[in-house]
């Protein structure tokens, strides 16, 4: 058991769990090698909405797309808003979002399907990416948790969607936390600070004020909230790695002063 950095011929490498593996998904958190983006967004940038060149980012997705052994057409991506609005994606929504930003599902941060084929999609560069995988019901999701995501509740709630859409029972559930920004480079406002505090039994260690401001540790705070709703410690495994200290291997927001790409945290059904 543990995580994988599982690298390819033509570059492109993600990160998976072995746990949700192991269990059947297919699923992970790219890096940023194998694209062809050139500049802040070298290489393989596989956002729409960043201001990169857009023949350039469908060239990536594409290449991500052939690695997995499916279409692009299969990409279906949600249009994230920081907030805690969750979809149910079935075949009718396979492909939003693919090749347009415009046409991505919008006013989401979190998706959830039981059909094969659907590649769910979000977009990181420092926000928690969390995936999520039902074996006894075969249904997944994948969630991006930034800070007011996570203020939100909303890894919470879409363990709660994923009950309440397929039946899923969190002992039969399986999730990884993805690479993110580690605490110590993700500084806050008092009242974010304040709302991630007021999370139900949050240990005070995860938010802190040090040298004049606030850091939270939003890996932690997402394991706190999946055990929380549920499910098993030994049913979810996290990330170790600073997206924010390794520029060659990932985008990061914060580090790069906006102007950066997008790593993927993706998931599809076996």
């Known amino acids: 058991m543990g995580l994988a950095w599982i690298e390819h011929d033509n570059g492109i490498a993600w990160e998976e769990s072995s746990i949700l593996h192991e269990a059947g998904l297919c699923h992970g958190v790219t890096g940023r090698d194998g694209g062809v983006s050139q500049g802040v967004y070298q290489s393989l940038n596989l956002s729409l909405s960043v201001g990169d060149d857009i023949l350039a980012v469908l060239e990536n997705r594409r290449r991500l797309c052939e690695t997995l052994g499916v279409s692009i057409n299969q990409i279906t991506a949600v249009q994230q808003g920081h907030g805690n609005h969750i979809i149910v994606a079935g075949q009718h929504e396979c492909g939003c979002g693919a090749g347009s930003a415009y046409d991505a599902i919008p006013h989401a941060d979190a998706a959830l399907t039981n059909c094969k084929g659907v590649v769910l999609l979000v977009q990181v560069a420092d926000a928690v990416p969390v995936i999520l995988f039902d074996y006894q019901q075969n249904a997944c999701a994948v969630i991006h948790a930034g800070m007011y995501n996570t ?4 890894t919470a709630k ?7 859409v397929y039946g899923s029972q969190p002992q039969h559930m399986m999730a990884y936390i993805g690479p993110s920004i580690c605490s110590h480079h ?17 240990k005070p260690a995860w938010v ?10 939003l890996r932690a705070i997402q394991y706190h909230m999946l055990c929380q709703s549920g499910l098993q410690p030994s049913h979810i495994e996290v990330s170790r790695q600073c997206v924010f ?4 291997r990932f985008f990061s927001y914060r580090r790069d002063n906006s102007y950066t790409g997008r790593m993927a945290a993706f998931a599809m059904l076996p």
């Open 186 to 202: 993700l500084t806050m406002s008092r009242n974010v600070a304040e709302k991630l505090l007021s999370i139900s039994d949050m």
């Open 208 to 217: 802190q004020y040090k040298h004049g401001v606030f850091m939270a540790d």
């Open 158 to 164: 879409t363990v709660q969607a994923m009950e309440f």
């Open 245 to 248: 200290e390794h520029p060659q």
């Open 151 to 154: 203020a939100a509740k909303i």
